[in-house]
């Protein structure tokens, strides 16, 4: 069953139900902001709230038909007097050596075994609990049946042991009656450590100026004025002040009254759920500001460290290899014949590098690329640093260092990555372009005929050395034919490998230029996976937290 079902169940009323059913909606909330911000946030800012739902949790689960009433005050104000004065016995001690009450003590209105499991998680021990159910009291105490009163030790005590009991009670209570007597109503302990913090609870909060049969009527209300006022200032405009007395039964009727209003209703323990949601509420939002837009993580950024990757993953160097490597290869191919060959024996530029086109699936070869130096190392950090604090800058200032720790959570990767990603970019250098192919015939053909025209005249010389009958040489104009070859040839394969000089400059450089646009766009990749993606991870889960604490802060 649900804790939602469950709540339900255990309230009768529609309007308790709504109640119910918005306290356990917001409580889920609080639950998912603290799934969302757990692994971004510091613990200590973060537990309180965890002890809330947790608290929250199991009080739902428990009865839901009792309600925990604690009298809380300072020693001697008559906490035990009133308890045993409303319980109409003899329960727990009241002395004139101060502090009497030692441990709490809890009067169940009805039968015990029901409010058994709640007193054993509010944790009074079970030789202190007592039982205001007798034949003899027909139905006389109907009226309170599902009270558990506790009566607490004083909260400012020589004791240490007392003070960190009443705090540890009053976090668990559904409602705390306060204890006050005519000398010590204003104490500043009470004031700032206790009632300020319970300003949240003013509808389970009740006042009570005890031993009120000891001051005139008219200073009565002079002091119930005075009370009232400082509660005013508290924040406890909300909570009733009764002045009352142990010694006269007469004096109890409003308290009890309250009390039976209370235990009627069975809404204590949900108002001072909801009341402690609020006050987390309030805490937490000061975690919480502006919302922090999807692409916080703006270009210009973005830009700017893909930019410093590049230099320290050797872009600039790959995109000058890549110039000469066109240069290169377009002279081996287009070249003069004559000194192609010369070039071939130097080595490719890109070749040296190491990069080299990979088939799909295989693994990427290092590239003999230089490591970062020191100064891109440290451009580097800067730049990362400046991802994290253009996200954190609209946010609050607790979620800054998340953040810096998720820029930097992959950086130790970003060599190998940017090594991988220039390595296996393609650089669109491995198809040879056709007019390289043509113009590579047409000086094989070029220097073929000068070949021809060379063999032509050697012939020539030949046959005349031996005294043969002369060849017959054709001319045109006045240059013999094989002259005309041999000197055409040479001077047209000079002459074309002249002419596309400028083409071949002009081809590197566009080739230089798309190498360097394909690498950014594979370096700023891995700027966004390495870097960008953890830090959006953390603005998504503050995006969800404050959502989450929209919904736990509707009241
Ligand atoms: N006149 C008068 N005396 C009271 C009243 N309530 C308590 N007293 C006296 O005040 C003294 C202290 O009362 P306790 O009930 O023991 O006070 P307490 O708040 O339980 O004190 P601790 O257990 O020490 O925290 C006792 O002597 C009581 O008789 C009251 O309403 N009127
Ligand atoms: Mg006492």
Redesign the pocket.
């Known amino acids: 069953m649900s804790l939602v079902e469950k709540v339900r169940g255990a309230l009768g009323r529609d309007d308790d139900r709504v109640d119910a059913e918005k306290l356990v909606t917001r409580l889920s909330s609080l639950s998912r902001f603290l799934r969302v911000t757990d692994p971004y946030l510091p613990d200590s800012d973060l537990v309180a709230a965890h002890t809330l739902v947790e608290r929250a949790g199991t009080r739902l689960e428990l009865s839901q038909d009792h309600t925990v009433v604690a009298l809380a005050?300072s020693?001697?104000?008559?906490?035990?007097?009133?308890f045993n004065a409303l319980a109409r016995l003899k329960l727990s001690p009241?002395?004139?050596r101060?502090?009497?009450?030692g441990v709490a003590h809890a009067c169940v209105w009805g039968p015990l075994a029901p409010a058994n499991r709640l007193l054993d998680w509010v944790g009074v021990l079970p030789r202190q609990r007592y039982v205001r159910e007798s034949a003899l009291d027909g139905d006389d105490e109907a009226a309170l049946r599902g009270l558990v009163l506790l009566?607490l030790?004083?909260f400012d005590s020589v004791e240490r042991g007392h003070r960190l009991e009443v705090d540890r009670l009053l976090g668990l209570v559904d409602q705390v009656i306060w204890?006050v007597d005519p000398q010590k109503y204003g104490d500043r302990i009470l004031h700032n450590a206790y009632l300020r913090q319970f300003r949240q609870h003013a509808d389970v909060t009740i006042v009570v100026l005890?031993?009120a049969?000891?001051l005139s009527a008219a200073d009565t209300e002079i002091v119930l004025t005075d009370l009232r006022r400082l509660l005013d200032e508290d924040g406890l405009s909300g909570a009733p002040v009764l002045a009352?007395?142990?010694?006269q039964p007469g004096m109890l009727t409003e308290l009890r009254e309250a009390l039976e209003k209370t235990v009627a209703e069975r809404q204590a323990a949900l108002r001072r759920l909801a009341g402690d949601v609020d006050t987390i509420g309030e805490q937490l939002a000061e975690m919480i500001g502006p919302p922090a837009a999807e692409d916080e993580v703006d270009r210009a950024t973005v830009r700017q460290l893909s930019d410093t990757l590049a230099l320290s993953a050797g872009v600039p160097a790959v995109a000058e290899a890549t110039g000469n490597a066109y240069r290169h290869r377009a002279a081996a191919s287009t070249g003069w014949p004559l000194v192609r060959g010369l070039r071939r024996l130097r080595p490719d530029p890109l070749k040296r590098l190491h990069i080299e086109p990979v088939a799909e699936g295989e693994v990427v070869p290092r590239t003999s690329l230089p490591a970062a130096d020191a100064a891109q190392k440290s451009a580097v950090g800067l730049s990362v640093r400046a991802v994290a604090d253009r996200a954190a800058a609209p946010l609050p200032a607790v979620w800054s260092p998340a953040l810096h720790t998720a820029a930097r959570s992959r950086a130790a990767d970003l060599p190998d990555a940017l090594d991988r990603a220039v390595g296996s970019t393609d650089l669109g250098m491995d198809r040879v372009p056709v007019w390289w192919r043509l113009v590579g015939v047409l000086q094989w053909a070029l220097t073929f005929a000068a070949l021809g025209g060379l063999l032509w005249l050697l012939a020539g010389y030949a046959v005349r050395a031996l005294g043969l009958p002369e060849l017959r040489t054709p001319k045109v104009g006045d240059v013999p034919m094989p002259t005309l070859l041999l000197l055409g040839g040479l001077a047209l394969g000079f002459l074309l490998w002249l002419l596309l000089k400028p083409i071949v400059n002009w081809g590197a450089r566009r080739a230089r230029r798309r190498v360097e646009q394909r690498l950014q766009v594979a370096v700023t990749a891995v700027a966004r996976e390495h870097v960008v993606a953890p830090v959006r991870e953390v603005l998504h889960a503050y995006a969800q937290a404050r959502e989450a604490l929209a919904v736990v802060r509707s009241e």
Request: hydrophobic share 20%.
């Open positions: 005050g020693t001697g104000s008559g906490k035990s007097s009133l009241v002395g004139v101060r502090p009497t009450t009566d030790p004083d204890v005890n031993q049969d000891r009352t007395s142990a010694k």
